[in-house]
Every structure is written in structure tokens, then in C-alpha cells.
């Protein structure tokens, strides 16, 4: 049994301390994904340890100590993203939201669409934002057109089509591929309810794991360059999305200190809507951030539509008044050097 504990206190180890390393090879990025299941397996182990005396064995306490400092790393980077930590995005203050949006990542072999369509009409976003989108999926959406009559459609079969309905009409939409010709995102404007334009970016780049890109080379590229077009000092901004990043990577917390944007979830919670199908093995891939100028009215991961990926709602109300409450992240000068490094690799 010891033997055993042995190994599993070796994987909780490495797999908290190898992202240091800040390689961007897939085997090293994968390990910023698991970081909760890492805590709890060590808390097991930890306490399998004690019971079973491993304490009294050659480096006994050597075990404990390096658990120990896993434990702690593993909190330190998850607890914003609990309760315990403050809101990064304050609570609404006014009684209804200004706009209501949901990021669905569909699967693109999933074919029960029914369960989509069923839910934006049950909550009627302003904006739906669908990933993986093939040709199907992109007709089977514009049965939304009734009730989102404005849309972006980009069908493609390799899972990285997109489709953007709204119920506000879109301006200046333009479709971009950041870092490769087969990736696109969508850039666009909406007016508030106040008439200001809030710029929207809906981006979906490549995870770094082995049957999609050996390295996170790209993906942390395209976030960083959309990151540097954002002016959230300027104008209102959302950047929403399947990112292919956790919240608590360190290429996400890059990206926030270079754009200067908030994670709603910060102080509320993890919000996991990746992997559907394995409640033992999820985590938050699906991101929407947003510049100061708005407060959250909701937040929720629902129901399952057939897909690997839970759809997210979120709520804002636009209360630019209260922007100066809420503090942007803010890089420093090695945050700067690395983004721009990181940018560098792909030009």
C-alpha cells in the first residue's frame, strides 16, 4: 500500500510543479487542466499516508513535505476562484440585465440540436455564441432566426466552425484567422441599451494536446493578440469563448494582465464546463471576460445539450459609473516581455 501511496504522492507532485517550467510543449502545458483533481488525489494520499505510518519510513516526512507544498501551490492557485476570494466583478446593482449572453460548444459529431435551440429560447440571450459548428449545425441554428436574426456562420468539419446569433444587430462584424488559416474568430460591435458600442471578440483557438497541436505555441499567442487589441480603458469589451485554457493557467492570467479584463468568476466560483460526460474530470474551458464597465446579474453553467462542453450563461448590466470600483489587472514589465515573446513565435 505504501508503494502505491508512493507513486501517487510522485504524480500529485509533478503534476503541480511541471507547469513551472513554462515549457510549451503539450506535456507540460496539459498538467495547468487538472489542478482540483490534483488537490483532492493529494488530500487522499496525504491522509493515506499518515494512516498507514508512512511517516516512520526512509523520507517518510520528505513525503509529507513535498504534499504539503503541493497542497498549498494547488490552492494558491485555484482559491480565487472560490468564495473565499473577493468578486473581481462586482454584483449588479440595478434589477435587470443589459445583456444576456451564452457560449455553447456543441461537439460537432453531437446531433440532439433540439436541446440547444430549447435553451436559448427558454433564456433568450442577446447573443449566442456556438463552437464546432459543420454544416448542419449551422442550419440547424438558423431555426434561431426568428429570434436572432443577425448572425456571423462559419461551417467548417474539422471542429472549429462558429456561429454568432444575436438578437442586436451586429456592426462592422469581420471573421479573422489570428494564427492559422483554419482558425477563425469573430470581431464585432453592439449597441447598448444606452447606444454605446461594446466591442465583442468570440475566439476559439487550439488546446495543446497531442491529436490537436503538439505545443500551446498558438493558442497563447492568439490570446495575447487579442488581449493587446483590447482598450477596455477606452471602450466597453467582452472576449468570450471556448479558449482552450483553464482560468487558473497561467497563460489566462497573462492574458487578463495584458488586456486589463475581469473574470466573473473570480469570487464565485469554478464554473466547469468541461468535460460533460465526466464529473470526476472537469474544468473551466469556457470563459467570457469583461472590461470594468460592467457588474454580473447571473452566471450559471446549464443543463447539458449533448455535447462534451455544459453551454454558459452570463448576465451584465452595463454601469460604467462604477468602473473605477473595480480594479484591472495590470502586467508588469516581465508580463510584457513574455506576451510579447510568446507573440513573436507566431509572426
Sequence with gaps: MLIALELLASLVVLGTF??????????????DFPRLQLFVLGLATLAGWVVAGGETRRFGWLVIGLLLASLVALAAWMWRYTPLAPAQVGAATKDSPD????????????????????????????????????????????????????????????????????????????????????????????????????????????PPFPDEDESSTDRDAELLLVAKRVKPDQEPTIVLGDM????????????????????????????????AGHWWMRWPLDHVFVSPHFRLHAIEVLDSVGSDHFPMYVAFTFEPGKQEEQSQPDPDAAERREARQKIAKVS
Design 244 to 275: 482552450n485554457d483553464v482560468a487558473w493557467s497561467h497563460t489566462t492570467c497573462l492574458f487578463q494582465s495584458t488586456s486589463g479584463l475581469l473574470d466573473p468568476r473570480i469570487g464565485r466560483g469554478f464554473f466547469s464546463t468541461f468535460h
Design 18 to 31: 511541471i507547469p513551472l517550467l513554462r515549457k510549451d510543449t503539450w506535456m507540460v502545458r496539459g498538467w
Design 99 to 206: 445583456l444576456i449572453l451564452m457560449v455553447s460548444n456543441v461537439l460537432m459529431s453531437n446531433r440532439e440540436s433540439d436541446k440547444l435551440v430549447a435553451s436559448v429560447r427558454a433564456r433568450m440571450p442577446d447573443i449566442i455564441v456556438a463552437l464546432e459548428t459543420d454544416q448542419w449545425w449551422t442550419d440547424q441554428l438558423a431555426r434561431l432566426s426568428d429570434t436572432h436574426p443577425h448572425a456571423v456562420e462559419i461551417p467548417q468539419d474539422d471542429t472549429y466552425g462558429m456561429v454568432v446569433r444575436s438578437r442586436l444587430p451586429l456592426i462592422d462584424a469581420e471573421v479573422e484567422h489570428i494564427v492559422r488559416d483554419n482558425i477563425p474568430s469573430v470581431h464585432f460591435g453592439i449597441l447598448l441599451p444606452g447606444g454605446e458600442l461594446l466591442r465583442m471578440h468570440a475566439i476559439h483557438p487550439k
